[in-house]
């Protein structure tokens, strides 16, 4: 078919196709023929269709093998739940809700222990039968790329904390120092070494093969600060609770927390047992307040799925270089934190004010005339050698479209550099 009878020839497609036949034709025509299931969306649909709660299918799912066929017959009631022969298996973990508008006004600050919220990534160390396993929060076995840990996990349990690095003793790095372990399949002895991994200790999930699950979190606090006690103290050392009489009282050391690398504190209720998901409750975190810059809008490029016509992601920028010489250097990309009404009104300025494009990528104006300044929240900075600014945000989202202000009022990249200093 011609470019201008294209058109009319998939419509036709379409109409005449079933909805399976639909959708291919969608994924070949626009090129996207990958398609991303996750694990979790994986052990949703196998606990609807058995019509069993998800965390049975998680407990289950590092001890079982292809084809799966006790799972199925159990999940399409043809047997038995299976058991699962694997040592040192994942549980599902416990999260926590965001504190909201109002809610401290409704809790009982007696009820609730605070402790610090660290900057690490979360963790499960389960070691059973001598077998050794660190699992991510999403039950992803992480433990190769941190063989220095697993060496020191010589004890019966599963233990819930936050990774980081550093010796506990001393000194704990930076969530760019973790960077350095991240992702890596394997890891060399010396970056081992200039980067030690340990786990800060925030539960108790099993201790000698008892289940500690269903107790209160003061007792399993117990026991925790007892089972620490007995670990390696290079490897292992327990979050500590934060004192506090009242919720004011809280809220000044939220501000200003004792390190640099604590994110905010955790309320956890006393009597809370550790309760897989995320229920409405038991457990708060209560973050630090967002930095925020003021940064000019570079380029855009489309979204994905629901948001593939609009240009939905976006570079921006602040100014760097003597006055009367600026520059925009990119700081940041975020794709979040907008309405769908201001989604459409950034998109319109898009296409109304590209200047060039880079394939899927348009360069937006930006100028000291011109210039779209965006509101943009972000948790922290890094520094950065692959980024032409020198830092690099961690989790930055569009706060406020700032329409009323002018491009050459953004902010410089002296005040970014303040803040990393």
Not at 116 to 145: F, H
Not at 367 to 389: I, P
Request: with cysteine; proline share 6%; glycine share 8%.
């Amino acid at each position: 078919a011609s470019r201008s009878d294209g058109p009319q020839v998939l419509a036709r497609l379409l109409d005449s196709a079933s909805i399976s036949a639909r959708f291919a034709i969608i994924k070949l025509v626009t090129g996207g023929l990958r398609i991303g299931v996750s694990a979790r969306l994986a052990k949703q649909a196998l606990a609807d269709l058995g019509q069993v709660d998800v965390v049975e299918i998680e407990e289950l799912w590092h001890g079982l093998t292809p084809p799966y066929t006790e799972l199925f017959a159990w999940l399409e009631g043809r047997a038995e739940k299976p058991r699962s022969a694997a040592l040192a298996l994942f549980r599902p973990v416990m999260l926590s809700n965001a504190v909201d508008d109002g809610d401290l006004e409704k809790l009982d600050p007696r009820d609730y222990a605070a402790e610090w919220k660290w900057d690490g990534i979360r963790v499960q160390a389960a070691c059973e039968g001598g077998i050794r396993r660190l699992y991510s929060r999403t039950g992803d076995d992480v433990s190769g790329a941190f063989p220095d840990l697993a060496a020191a996990m010589d004890f019966e349990a599963a233990l819930d904390g936050e990774l980081l690095v550093g010796d506990p003793r001393e000194a704990t790095g930076t969530f760019s120092d973790l960077q350095q372990r991240l992702n890596r399949k394997s890891v060399s002895p010396k970056i081992q070494q200039q980067y030690p991994a340990f786990i800060r200790c925030y539960d108790a999930l099993q201790i000698d093969g008892e289940d500690l699950r269903a107790l209160p979190f003061a007792d399993r606090r117990k026991r925790l600060e007892t089972f620490v006690g007995t670990l390696d103290p290079s490897r292992f050392d327990l979050s500590p609770l934060v004192a506090f009489a009242d919720w004011e009282t809280l809220e000044r050391l939220r501000q200003a927390p004792p390190h640099p690398i604590i994110e905010g504190v955790m309320l956890k209720r006393w009597d809370s047992p550790y309760l897989a998901g995320r229920p409405k409750g038991p457990w708060f975190k209560w973050k630090r307040d967002p930095h925020t810059v003021d940064a000019v809008l570079m380029y855009a490029q489309r979204g994905h799925g629901k948001r593939s016509s609009f240009y939905s992601d976006y570079t921006f920028g602040v100014w760097a270089g003597p006055e009367g010489s600026e520059e925009l250097v990119p700081v940041g990309k975020a794709y979040f934190g907008f309405t769908d009404e201001e989604l459409r009104q950034i998109d319109k300025y898009v296409r109304d004010n590209t200047i060039e494009r880079f394939g899927p990528v348009r360069s937006v104006r930006a100028d000291r005339q011109n210039g779209l300044v965006l509101e943009v929240a972000f948790e922290g900075l890094n520094r950065s050698t692959r980024h032409k600014s020198g830092v690099a945000m961690r989790f930055p989202r569009i706060s406020r479209l700032r329409w009323d202000k002018p491009a050459a009022e953004a902010d410089r990249i002296e005040t970014l550099q303040a803040l990393l200093d």
